[in-house]
Structure formats: C-alpha cells, structure tokens
C-alpha cells in the first residue's frame, strides 16, 4: 500500500483512461494508473513485415481469445453469434482500432423521442460538440468540413481527409449516380505530420499497431504528457476488485503483479476506463455484503444491456486493377443514407457503411470479411480476380439496448490469476437483422452501379464485436441507470465510468470519438466539481 492515497485512480490505458488521466494531471491531480498490459514497440509491430497478414490471425489477432497471450483474459463466448474484441496495453484498444472517427448523430441521444424505443440519454449532441472537438486536435484527425449528415461546425479537421483511392472513388461516383449520401471518412489517422508523429503510409495495416505512429493511440497522444506531468502508470497489474470503506465510498484497488504478488493501490476516486466487459466484470467481481450483487449495482444493471453493433460485410469484384489493398484500414468512405428511421423499412434506426480496403493477398487466399475461398485448380485464378479488384462496404447496424442481453462473471473459466472470466450472453435482435438484410440489399445495389461483376456478402461477421457498449448505463433515475450525466456511480460517489459502459444507446458509428468525448466532459466536470466530491476519511 502507498503512503498516500492517489487523488484520482483509473483502471485502463486506453482511449477513455488516457484522456482522463492527461486532463486530470493537466489539472494538478495525483493520478495512478493500473494496466494489465505493457508498454508496445512500434518496431514489433507486423504490419512493415513480409508475414504480417500470418501474424495479424494468431499473435495480433483482434480477439482475446485466439491471441491468448498473458496480459488478455479469456471471455466466455460460447452463448453469443458475435466475438468481443479488445486489447489490453498502453493504448489499449486504440492500438488495434482501425482509426475510423465518426461522432454519435444527433439522432442517436434522443432514440425514445424520436422512435418511441431504447431511452434518450440525458445529455446530447452539442453537450458533446466542444469536446469533439478538443479530442480531434488531441488525438489529430483527418477530415473533409461540410458532411450534410452532420450539423454545421464551427472547426474544421486539424488535418486535411486522407486519400479515398480508386475504390473509394469508384463506389463514390455510384453513389452520387444513386443520388445516395457519401463523405470521405473522418479518420484519426494523420494525413500530414501532427503533434511529432508522421503520416500515413497507406499500408492497411491499422488493425495490428501502426509502425510510423500515425494512427492515434494513447500511447502516443496521451500517455507520454501525462506522465510527463506527474502521473504514475503501473503496468503489468491485473485489478481483482475495488475495495470499499464502511461509508460505503471507494477506498482503491486490490491488483496483482506479474509475479502473482497482491497489492493494494489507495485512492481518493476511482475511475473504471476497461471497457464495457471489463468494467462490470470489475463491478461485479467487487461484490461485498453492502454491495452484495457487484458494486454500483442497486439498479441491477450492472452487465446488462450489452451492444456490439451487428456486422455485415459486402464485397464486389471489379474487372480493373484498384490496388484495393492500399489505404487506411478506417475507412476510406462512409455512406449515412439509410441511418435515421423510416417505418417503411420495416424497422427502427439504421446503419453506417464504410468502404475499407481488401487486405493483401493471404487475406484473399484464406477466410477473409466475405467471398469464397478456392482450392486446387481454381486456387491461382480465384486470387488474382480478387487481390487489388475488390470493394468492401462494412455494414454497422445500431444495436439496441436488451437486457437480455448481458455479462456474467463465469463460474468454470477464469484469468492466470484465477479471477473469474466475464462470460457474454447475447442475440441478435429482429429489428437487427431486419436492418441488416435492408442494409445489405442497399449496399449490393450501391456495388452494382459502380460495375461490380460479382457481390459477396457475409452476413453477420464472428470476429466483430469491435464496439463493446452499454453495461453500465448513464442516465437521472438511480433506480434504471448505473452513472449519472457526469459518469459518477449514483450508489458510490467517489466511483466513475467513462468508457462505452456508459452508453445508453449504441448509435451506428464507430464510438470512439464519442466514448473520448464524454470522457473528457468528465473530467473537467471532476476538476470543476473536486471541493464538493465526497472522499474517503
């Protein structure tokens, strides 16, 4: 145990815990950070490397499970048509996203307003503006102003879009022929050097680490000043669970080192950034007699209302060259045509399309996002109408919250340091596969009128559970919501939330920029707020 309390302890390095952790240290805080992973090397990255497509399926895979190295622990999958992904590392995350920066649409914070489901969050769209944009020039975005989709900004983009490249512009002239929404993609992914990091190299490699270190990650863009300002970052220390006082306020964290040794880390705040599957795994792994069904856990929703965004893929085939394996993984293009309601489909809410590159060509050769795989005499044939032709739009269709949906601990499976492994129970709901099945007939019509010969579709992806969200839900009502419209737990008021956890809808965009909004609304709400926040004695 330290001799004095950290002022503020955040569980996770990633994209929500390194802009808190900066904003705070920024502020004069005493900031402690646990990570169960480690510092990365850029250099050991795959991704400049001749086997790094070998790699990207084993060693960098984006599934905990199939990686299985020892800073991951294992997620009990079996009742769930959909992976969870994650990282665990400096950066977390953000080390394996693909970049893309879309923000959460008005639409999206006001569902039961709107469409009469799910809930209206109790803060929107231009709660969040400011600090979309502080985010953008902290992580360094690249973007093209004026989307219609969006409203008016008063910014512009740090940095200018990246390319959309031949496939982007090919399926980019269908659209405008359909008459249909297309923007260059909002990318946190530089375009020029920014903030000491170089450009894109338009590799396609942004889902196993970027070695030029112009993806944004945490490592770089936050990590670095923080520590730099006084804040301490111990990795290698896997969190058992949050320790309460009789006042029922948190006291700190019980973590275990590399060596298996236990340790206790005292704080005068805790904040949980580990994901929506870490973090109530945490809460309810910190179950006690005052707490008895996991910490935070009056209303019952710690865990419960899990989204992934369901994923579909359609891919077309091209006669031309497009050296579709070129360009950032985060998208080169996205198409928000068919996101808001329309009752005529036959469902509510809708979906985001982006247009990512085709991988290379053992990613074409081997199970790939959607297309058939040959063997034998056809093998060589099937690899060259493919490598370089293809287009790929990924569907994200909104995921709306269930309770049914939800996170256990498991009582068979757990960690290499014996602590009990989250296990995931989740379907997919009608209303999402009928917007899938709408979304993909779109798409398909979108691919044939920029010329595609041939359309692949994968119609729900394994390997997809990129966005982990809603299991500890923001909301005014103690009794339905888990945190507050600051991220503080109503039942223990030194205790926050600032990762997807919070999310009260899913949207249909990628949730990064969102997560890192509210986080950092969070944060300066800490600073505003510290002479009222309760603390332990």
Request: charged share 20%.
């Amino acid at each position: 145990m330290t001799a004095e309390p950290a002022d503020v302890l955040i569980i996770g390095a990633g994209a929500s815990g390194g802009v808190v952790a900066l904003r705070l240290a920024q502020a004069g805080f005493k900031v402690v950070c646990l990570e169960q992973g480690e510092w990365l090397d850029r250099a050991d990255y795959p991704g400049d490397k001749l086997d790094w497509e070998l790699k990207s399926r084993k060693d960098w895979a984006t599934s905990p499970n199939v990686r299985g190295l020892v800073q991951d622990y294992p997620i009990v999958e079996d009742d769930s048509p959909v992976s969870p992904l994650m990282y665990n590392a400096v950066g977390g995350s953000t080390i394996i996203f693909a970049g893309a920066w879309p923000r959460a649409l008005p639409s999206d914070f006001r569902v039961r307003s709107l469409d009469g489901v799910a809930d209206d969050w109790p803060i929107d769209y231009f709660d969040l503006l400011p600090y979309f944009y502080r985010t953008d020039r902290q992580f360094g975005v690249s973007g093209l102003p004026g989307d219609p989709a969006y409203p008016p900004d008063t910014e512009d983009a740090p940095m200018p879009p990246l390319p959309i490249g031949s496939a982007g512009l090919k399926v980019a002239r269908a659209q405008t022929k359909l008459g249909w929404h297309w923007w260059p993609e909002f990318n946190s992914i530089n375009s020029t050097p920014y903030d000491g990091r170089r450009q894109c190299v338009q590799r396609s490699t942004c889902q196993s680490g970027c070695n030029e270190g112009a993806k944004a990650s945490t490592d770089l863009t936050h990590w670095p000043k923080a520590v730099a300002l006084g804040a301490r970052l111990v990795t290698g220390a896997r969190v058992r669970r949050i320790e309460t006082d009789a006042s029922g306020l948190a006291t700190g964290a019980t973590w275990i080192d590399r060596d298996g040794t236990e340790h206790f880390e005292a704080a005068r705040v805790v904040i949980l950034a580990a994901n929506a599957i870490g973090t109530p795994r945490l809460l309810l792994l910190s179950s006690s007699p005052n707490h008895p069904d996991g910490l935070a856990n009056s209303s019952g929703l710690v865990g419960k209302r899990l989204m992934m965004h369901p994923f579909a893929n359609v891919g077309g085939l091209f006669e031309e060259p497009l050296m579709s394996w070129q360009g950032q993984f985060g998208d080169l293009i996205e198409s928000l045509e068919f996101y808001e309601t329309d009752e005529k489909r036959g469902f509510v809410r809708g979906a985001r399309w982006g247009l990512a590159p085709t991988g290379g060509p053992i990613n074409t050769a081997l199970p790939s996002r959607a297309g058939e795989q040959v063997w034998g005499a056809d093998h060589h044939g099937h690899v060259r109408a493919h490598l370089g032709h293809g287009a790929n739009w990924g569907l994200f269709a909104e995921d709306l919250p269930d309770e049914a949906n939800h996170i256990t601990l498991s009582t068979t499976v757990a960690d290499t340091s014996g602590i009990a492994a989250p296990e995931i129970h989740y379907r997919m709901s009608d209303n999402s596969r009928r917007m899938l099945d709408f979304h993909i007939e779109r798409a398909k019509e979108s691919l044939d009128a920029a010329g595609a010969y041939k359309i692949e579709v994968d119609r729900l992806m394994r390997y997809s559970g990129w966005h982990l969200l809603g299991t500890a839900r923001m909301g005014d009502d103690p009794a339905v919501s888990v945190v507050d419209r600051w991220n503080r737990a109503h039942d223990v008021p030194n205790l926050y939330v600032v990762d997807g956890s919070c999310f009260v809808t899913s949207s249909g965009v990628n949730p990064t920029s969102t997560i890192v909004a509210i986080a950092l609304r969070a944060a300066d709400h800490m600073i505003e707020t510290r002479f009222e926040q309760r603390v332990p004695v």
